[in-house]
């Protein structure tokens, strides 16, 4: 089964090319920022910030393929928290 990687990420597609992983990029198209900045306004530590993009943006692409294996990973780049 080819896996869908939902997310735009080079770096995270040549992991799984790499690893011989059969895969398809599909872009959720979520607004990041906006996401960024609710969580924010809640306190959100980085950690919690970069979980939820992943869980949001595999979410959004595996509701439109539901027979498929669905990989969401985000980063968030913290300094000085």
Do not use: C, F
């Not at 995270?12 to 996401?35: A, C, G, M, P």
């Not at 809640?42 to 939820?52: H, M, Q, V």
């Not at 980063?75 to 000085?80: A, E, F, K, R």
């Amino acid at each position: 089964m080819k896996l869908i990687l939902a997310s735009k990420s080079g770096v995270r597609k040549d992991i799984l090319d790499n690893n011989h992983i059969d895969n398809e990029v599909i872009v959720s198209n979520v607004d990041e920022d906006e996401v960024k900045q609710s969580l924010l306004a809640e306190g959100a530590n980085p950690l919690t910030i970069s979980k939820n993009l992943a869980e949001i943006k595999s979410i959004k692409v595996s509701s439109k393929n539901p027979d498929r294996l669905v990989l969401g990973a985000d980063s968030v780049i913290s300094l000085n928290e």
